[in-house]
């Protein structure tokens, strides 16, 4: 059986064996927008070079996704006044507006300057207007039109070793017939949906290769080969326990935490002194994979050198649409080596809402679940997922605003944002607040998960908010409460801002003897895995 891309369009829960009894969902909203990351719309642009007086927009065609979506591809490029390039590497602020389909800016490492994909599922014209509001430049608008593309309009894709995804372009509002043919070039007929833009099959079998036909208005097209990645390793819900901290960097020499200022064995040192069990290390922003080759060495540094002290490394993936392309990078980190073969001990998903997130509203909750959904069906059974969720007790949610339901299915251990002075005006009047927030939070999230899992809360250092840095007594309070409450750990967030007596309140907190946690993790290890 195949799964339609309907499910997601109309945000229902993915059944990938209950397919046929699904509707085509609506083409994208026309027009619709994604506006630039928050943090850039204030300050002045940091620049290499002299200050932008002009900007021109670059085009490229991406092609068709197996999505069913026709991607294209702009770049803003920045010049002077006396026109020559110009980078900017912090601070600015564009807005893409596309006539039809939908823009989501991209990070500022993927491309080196602001930059934006539209995607569309119907043929035409397409016209993307550029507003530079910070530097405040004229507006540019750029055309293309998909009829005039000449790349394969029925493309299949591996997303894991579990799931492929079929798409075809433009949008169907017919039955399609999909079927699968086989090394030995035997047809497996699928299904018939009825219509959409893409499908998934979640029968195949890692490592295996396989074309895909597709037959729309009494038209056959077979997809090139796809090959399909190996299993992933067995991984143990014991890698998220205990104590452990986020980590992450960026490819802009204007930022602190700019890759090439990681120092590999300053870090092992300070993890080993923290007694870290593990390390959460983001390794990918929505379909931008973070380890580049630049960095590889540098990521691959502190991956093996941790390892060497027994501490595992989870990569940690963000999520910004239910696309291919964004499942397909957390699919990457996954599966990612160093150059000594060493592989992360598990996958931490950031589900998050919000414009850098997966979106706003109803949409961006029934997205949520469905990245999870589709995640786990890739990974297989076997293969560590840890969700980062949004905290339900600090925030006040509850499943009406936030899938903790369907993450939990998905998952094998929750880690809320207990951010207890991120999420407050004023700072806790004691430590025996932060022990009773800890334990509420943690109490409500397995109530709205619907059934008792592994949980590894996520605390805070870092001055988040006017309420400042967390001091040691607080640090400990919530290590206190997490594991009285039954947690397997504590992560902190993050690494960079954590001050020295901070990292020295960690260390002197042991997990052993967490005779609540041990339980939780013996549950979960015999427990039938999805």
């Known amino acids: 059986m195949v799964a339609t891309r309907a499910a997601i369009v109309l945000g229902l829960v993915l059944e990938l064996a209950a397919c046929q009894a699904q509707q085509p969902g609506p083409p994208p909203m026309l027009g619709h927008m ?7 719309t204030s300050g002045t642009p940091v620049y290499v070079g002299n200050p932008a007086a002009s900007v021109r927009i670059e085009t490229r065609v991406l092609g068709f996704s197996p999505d069913g979506y026709a991607r294209w591809l702009a770049i803003a490029h ?39 994909i539209v995607s569309v599922d119907q043929d035409g014209p397409i016209t993307l207007t550029v507003q ?19 790349a394969p309009r029925v493309v299949a894709g591996a997303i894991g070793p579990h799931l492929v995804q079929i798409g075809w372009f433009p949008y169907s509002a017919l039955p399609v017939t999909v079927a699968r043919i086989d090394a030995r070039g035997e047809h497996t007929q699928l299904s018939q949906v009825s219509g959409g833009s893409s499908c998934y099959d979640p029968t195949v079998e890692p490592g295996a290769v396989y074309r895909y036909s597709v037959t729309r208005a009494g038209t056959t097209v077979t997809t090139n080969p796809v090959h399909v990645p190996p299993a992933l390793p067995r991984t143990s819900i014991a890698d998220a326990s205990g104590n452990a901290m986020w980590l992450y960097y960026t490819t ?5 935490i700019y890759y090439r200022r990681l120092d590999p064995a300053t870090i092992v040192r300070q993890a080993v002194a923290a007694h870290l069990h593990y390390v959460e ?3 990918a922003y929505g379909a931008f ?14 991956i093996d050198g941790l390892a060497a002290h027994g501490i595992g490394v989870i990569g940690w993936s963000v999520p910004r649409e239910v696309s291919y392309e964004d499942l397909r990078a957390s699919l990457e980190v996954a599966a990612y080596r160093t150059s000594s073969g060493r592989r992360f001990t598990g996958l931490a998903v950031d589900a998050e809402r919000g414009d850098e997130f997966m979106g706003n509203g109803p949409p961006a909750i029934a997205a949520l679940a469905q990245y999870l959904a589709l995640l786990r069906e890739a990974v297989g059974p076997r293969y560590l997922i840890v969700a980062t969720v949004e905290d339900p007790y600090f925030e006040h949610l509850n499943e009406a605003k936030y899938p903790y339901r369907a993450i939990a299915r998905a998952a094998d251990v929750l880690q809320p944002m207990a951010y207890w002075r991120m999420m407050r005006k004023k700072p806790p009047h004691s430590t025996a607040q932060v022990e009773a927030e800890l334990r509420d939070s943690y109490a409500t999230l397995l109530r709205f998960a619907g059934r008792t899992m592994p949980v590894s809360m996520g605390g805070q250092t870092s001055a988040l908010t006017a309420t400042g840095y967390p001091p040691p007594p607080e640090i400990t309070a919530s290590l206190e409460a997490s594991k009285r409450a039954g947690a397997i750990g504590e992560a902190f967030f993050a690494w960079n801002d954590t001050l020295p007596q901070q990292w020295a309140a960690i260390g002197r907190f042991s997990w052993t003897r967490n005779s609540r946690a041990t339980h939780a993790l013996r549950r979960s290890a015999s427990a039938p895995r999805r």
Not at 34 to 40: D, F, H, K, S, V
Not at 289 to 302: R, S
């Open 34 to 40: 994604t506006p630039g990351p928050t943090q850039a």
């Open 132 to 150: 530079p509001l910070l530097p405040k430049l004229r507006t540019v608008i750029v055309r293309t039109d998909t009829r005039t593309w000449s």
């Open 78 to 116: 920045f010049f002077d006044a006396h026109g020559k390039p110009t980078l900017i590497l912090a601070n600015s602020n564009l807005n893409w507006v596309p006539s039809v389909g939908v823009s989501q800016w991209q990070n500022r490492m993927r491309y080196g300057q602001p930059s934006a």
């Open 252 to 256: 802009d020499p204007v930022d602190d």
């Open 289 to 302: 994979f973070e380890i580049t080759p630049q960095a590889k060495h540098v990521v691959d540094a502190i």
């Open 281 to 283: 290390l983001r390794a």
